[in-house]
């Protein structure tokens, strides 16, 4: 069965880092992979997403808010998905989730995605 499992969230000052890991068991997915967050009483927004598992250097999305910031990456002899956090803000708090499928034609476009892991809080304070 197909999983999603991620790890690495927790709590920061701001400025500071953390990075982010996500392993996909179960199948070797390829498709595209990418970090989505949410907070709550807003709609989940995409993060950061690759092609995922191509032997040339995947081209990575990113969302104007993260970008300069924050870099996917991935691991394919691992199958794990990374998320480097970089400058956090407060604003950056949320729960983050890994996601996986078929590429959507927009690769940061949340209802794109149907395979999800459980999510990652990650918290900035000021």
């Known amino acids: 069965q197909a999983q999603l499992v991620e790890s690495g969230g927790g709590s920061v000052q701001a400025g500071g880092s953390l990075r982010l890991s996500c392993a996909a068991s179960?199948?070797?997915?390829?498709?595209?992979l990418g970090w989505f967050r949410q907070v709550p009483g807003k709609a989940r927004e995409g993060v950061a997403t690759l092609k995922a598992w191509t032997g040339a250097p995947p081209t990575a999305h990113y969302s104007d808010r993260v970008k300069g910031r924050f870099t996917i990456s991935t691991d394919n002899a691992k199958n794990t998905l990374y998320l480097q956090m970089n400058s956090l803000k407060p604003e950056d708090t949320a729960m983050y989730y890994c996601?996986?499928?078929?590429?959507?034609?927009?690769?940061?476009?949340?209802?794109?995605?149907?395979?999800w892991g459980q999510g990652t809080q990650v918290t900035v304070a000021s």
């Open positions: 179960g199948y070797m997915y390829r498709g595209c």
């Open positions: 996601a996986a499928d078929s590429c959507p034609m927009d690769p940061l476009w949340e209802p794109g995605y149907g395979h």
